[in-house]
Each structure stands twice: as C-alpha cells, then as structure tokens.
C-alpha cells in the first residue's frame, strides 16, 4: 500500500505565506510525476502545480509566481510553498503521485486565506 499524508494547512491572512508537503510512504520504488490540485467552495477540482521526475515544473497561470513546487525524492515527499496568498486560494488542497502508472492522491489539507 501507498499512503500520502499531507500537511502545512491552516488559516492564514492574505499576503501571507504556507507550505504544503506530502509525504509518500508504504511500497515504493520510484515516483515519478507529482503534483497539488485544489478544489474550493462550489468549484471543481483544478490542478495547480505539477513537477516531473526531470524536475520540471509547471503552474496555474493564476499562481505563478506566487507558488513553488518542489520535491525530495530521498523523502518521498513534495512540497508547495505558497506566497502572497489570496482569498481566492482558499480550497482544500490535494496532492497526487504517480508511481508505475497508478495516481495516489492526499487525504487534502484545508487552506484558508481570510477577506
């Protein structure tokens, strides 16, 4: 089984900062792509970040910028280092490996970026 735990959530004011990581655990070999998607209130889930087994990244134009993806494949764990935060970032946020062809996704950590 592969297990992500998410963390680094919270309530935070606008212009403010967090940072996300997802930490993978249980049978791994190799993970190849990861990502953070994010869905809030009364919206579909959309991806935000993206970053390869090359390490290349990408972004939501609306984040860029603003939004670092970035991984340690030695932890297994990928992280989403938010600035200058919005209100309209606020949404439940999910990351998701790729290992092997088969998608594991986060539990989700709320993030909540007040007026």
């Known amino acids: 089984q592969v297990q992500l735990v998410e963390s680094g959530g919270g309530l935070v004011q606008p212009g403010g900062s967090l940072r996300l990581s997802c930490a993978a655990s249980?049978?791994?070999?190799?993970?190849?792509?990861m990502g953070w998607y994010r869905q809030a209130p009364e919206k579909q889930r959309e991806w935000v970040a993206g970053i390869t087994r090359s390490g290349y990244t990408n972004y939501l134009d609306s984040v860029k910028g603003r939004f670092t993806i970035s991984r340690d494949n030695a932890k297994n764990t990928v992280y989403l280092q938010m600035n200058s935060l919005k209100p309209e970032d606020t949404a439940v946020y999910y990351c998701k490996i790729v290992i092997r062809s088969r998608e594991y996704w986060g539990q989700g950590t709320q993030v909540t970026v007040s007026s």
């Open positions: 249980g049978s791994i070999f190799s993970i190849y792509d």
